[in-house]
């Protein structure tokens, strides 16, 4: 997230799975709630704005990740920042590593294999999925 001024802000796209679906649903409704996380903390920030995507600017320099420029930006005018109670956090204890329960959720490769990519071997999925997935994305 990119602060252009008091009451406007800029999310860039970044490399992931391409799909884009976010800005699908702007393009059909540019009302958009964003709430940010803090790890950490209780509370969480909420912006509620209007959003336009925009191809170009000259911020976009400034979005630059490992050499790579986004594509795309979000714009968001806001029209009120305010914060969330902690209540649900804290009762989640998503902040409390022995509470996750990481196997809840087919790990990557299974999910690509069955969605995304079913002609695909799992192994080879679970190579391309591991560790090292973040830093051939942002290589």
């Known amino acids: 997230m990119h602060v252009l001024d008091d009451t406007t802000i800029a999310i860039p796209e970044r490399p992931g799975n391409r799909r884009a679906d976010g800005f699908h649903n702007v393009l059909r409704n540019p009302h958009v709630g964003l709430i940010f996380v803090v790890p950490g903390r209780g509370d969480t ?3 509620n704005g209007r959003a336009t ?6 911020f976009f320099d400034h979005l630059v990740v490992k050499g790579h420029r986004p594509a795309l930006a979000l714009i968001v005018d806001i029209d009120e920042v305010f914060f969330h109670c902690s209540k649900a956090f804290l ?3 998503a902040w409390k590593p022995e509470s996750w329960t990481p196997d809840a959720v087919r790990r990557r ?14 192994a080879e999925l679970d190579e391309y999925y591991g560790p ?5 994305i942002y290589g």
């Open 45 to 47: 920030l909420r912006i």
């Open 53 to 58: 995507i925009v191809r170009d600017a000259p």
């Open 91 to 93: 009762r989640s204890q």
């Open 109 to 122: 490769a299974l999910i690509a294999k069955t969605l995304e990519r079913p002609e695909a071997d799992v």
């Open 132 to 136: 090292s997935y973040a830093d051939r």
